[in-house]
């Protein structure tokens, strides 16, 4: 893995600790870089969701790709936006354990392509690192 996908993972990794999600093993976090700049983080947020979510009502989790792309809306947008989304799986100790999948899910995914976000960096089902260009 090269050093600037080691630094985007590691960002990410950073912003899933602050993760209150309800599965206490499982913390997810993403950083949006625009090139070598970070311009937001996000993580998981339990009992929250998105203003702009079509379910107002409903209380949910926001995911942490939604997060770190609604508080980068006052950027410029750029063609070079690349999303990095890292899990931390811990044990029952909080003790760090590794990187655990981390692909996005589909509703996150068109959020992703519609903010202008040309590539996305994940961890696949086997802890490769991955990209998926947009």
């Not at 947020?45 to 939604?66: F, M, W």
């Not at 811990?90 to 589909?106: F, M």
């Not at 509703?107 to 991955?130: H, L, Y």
Request: with cysteine.
């Amino acid at each position: 893995m090269s050093k600037r996908w080691s630094r985007g993972f590691e960002v990410a990794r950073a912003a899933s600790f602050h993760s209150n999600g309800i599965t206490n093993g499982q913390k997810m976090g993403a950083a949006l870089y625009a090139g070598s700049t970070l311009l937001s983080l996000g993580f998981n947020d339990y009992d929250r969701t998105s203003k702009h979510s079509q379910h107002s009502t409903y209380v949910g989790n926001l995911h942490a790709e939604i997060a770190c792309l609604t508080r980068r809306w006052h950027y410029d947008k750029s063609n070079n936006l690349i999303l990095y989304i890292a899990r931390t799986v811990t044990d029952t100790k909080k003790t760090v354990l590794q990187y655990g999948v981390s692909r996005p899910c589909q509703s996150c995914m068109k959020a992703i392509q519609a903010f202008g976000v040309r590539r996305v960096r994940f961890f696949d089902e086997n802890g490769i690192p991955t990209e998926v260009k947009i």
